[in-house]
């Protein structure tokens, strides 16, 4: 995970970037830190490649929380976390959905808590890389990317925006691996990602565009694993 701590105190800075080196060595985990004197500093050319953000509320220039919900207008992802001299400061988490904050001055053992609390967010909020060997070769995609998945002879073709992808394999091979990551089987053929199920009726689903009619076996399954997916 990559790490950006942003206080105006040197001190400050290195305490905390000394905390989460001994979170890594502890729970054995590496972390990449960035850190910025100013949030202008950040700002500047800020790009969603960060994982948690740990801002010092009360900073010359454009202060922590200002920073904080101007990065929420492009980086929704992103886990804030807050450090403060007091607690009313940070009250107004919330409108930029931060998952804590802490109280100066920071103990190790109240900061590895607030600090295990975000990374525990932020793993949840990346997306799921999948690793395929491919006709063209080894490819990376997130999980989220694939529409739908269809068995053609002894190869499987991963439908993403813009492009298939073809591994050779069939869906019964993959079916139960790929049901862990919220797919489910509308056909035979077909493996759908729930995330994308646009309209479903009582003969078919529409999957990013895609309409499937329903296998006579696959209708009920795939209905209870819909409602699990959304939470019923």
Known sequence: MHIAVIDDDREMREQMTAYIRRFSEETKKPYEISAFSSADALLKDYRPEYDILIFDIDMPGTNGMDAARKIRETDSRVTILFVTNMAQYAINGYEVEAVDYIIKPIGYYDFSMKFHRAVRKAAQKRPEKLVLATTEGTVQINVSD??????????????????????????????????????????????????????????????????????????????????????G
């Open 146 to 231: 694939i529409q739908y998945i269809e068995a053609s002879a002894h190869y499987l073709i991963y439908h993403l925006p813009k492009r298939e992808l073809r591994v050779r394999g069939s869906i019964k091979e993959h079916e139960e691996e790929m049901a862990q990551r919220h797919f489910s089987r509308v056909q035979r053929s077909f493996l759908v990602n729930l995330a994308h199920v646009e309209i479903i009726n009582t003969t078919e689903v529409v999957v990013a565009g895609q309409r499937f009619s329903f296998g006579r076996a696959y209708r009920e399954p795939f209905m209870a694993d819909y409602m699990k997916y959304l939470g």
